[in-house]
């Protein structure tokens, strides 16, 4: 038990993210400083404008379909197979013999 165990992925310091050179959020800190506030945290909203991450769309794209093409296929695969060898063939849905 315990022990030191390697994460899969690494944690970027926090310090490599800014809301410099980042135009929205420069935008807000500005109207921010207009009214005499601070957002300390803004930093944490860097990483939804950096490229790599894509765009808002592309994000929930890829949210929502991850996978959609192996379980479209298995879907096509699994009714292939009832088709093939009989499977239910629809008795006892809505069947009131």
Do not use: C
């Not at 944690?11 to 800014?18: A, C, H, S, V």
């Amino acid at each position: 038990m315990g022990g030191h165990h390697e994460a899969p992925y690494k944690i970027p310091p926090y310090t490599q993210f800014t809301a410099k050179g980042i135009p929205q959020l420069e935008e807000l800190q500005s109207a921010l400083a207009k009214r005499g506030l601070k957002d300390p945290w803004i930093r944490n909203e860097a990483w939804r404008y950096d490229p790599g991450w894509g765009t808002r769309l592309q994000r929930a794209r890829k949210f929502f379909f991850k996978g959609f093409s192996i379980g479209l296929a298995l879907t096509v695969v699994t009714v292939g197979l009832e088709k093939a060898f009989g499977g239910d063939d629809g008795h006892g849905h809505g069947d009131h013999h």
